[in-house]
Structures are given as structure tokens and as C-alpha cells.
């Protein structure tokens, strides 16, 4: 089992958070913030049209091959922390 992690600054600007070109893996996206939500979905996500992770929470997701997923806030900054799997 192969394993990654990362961090990524999630702004208003929405930004690759997890790419994985591969061929698939379990993703568990946790966001550090201690006062922002963190909005995840594909390439069009915005704070309006995302999947909420709230400040403190984590969220585990199965990645098909060359699926990624984005995030944006509302406001401000967040840190997001990841952990990806990936069985060989």
C-alpha cells in the first residue's frame, strides 16, 4: 500500500486540493481551520455549490483514476491536510 500526504492553503480561490492521475485511491481530507468551512467539489465549486467540511472535520473519499477534488472558502484562509491510499 503506497501512502501520501499533503497540505494545501484553501483562499477564495478555488484550488486543486487532491490530483490524482493514478489510478485511483482513498483520500481523507481533514480541515485544520479553527474558524473556516472548507467547500469541496470538482472544478466549478464554489462556497454556494460545495460540499461543506466544516472547521475541525475530516471526510474520506474514494477517488477514481484522474478524478480530483477542489475546495474555495467563503472568506479568508484554511489549511487542509490530506492522507491519500492507494493499493499496488
Known sequence: MAISSGQVTVTTERISVISDDRDGCEAVIYNNS???????????????????????????????PVEEIYGVTASDTALVTYLLTKNQ
Open 34 to 64: 479553527n474558524s473556516r468551512s472548507v467547500y469541496l467539489g470538482n472544478s466549478q465549486v464554489t462556497y454556494s455549490n460545495g460540499l461543506e467540511l466544516p472547521k475541525g472535520e475530516a471526510i474520506k473519499i474514494n477517488l477514481g
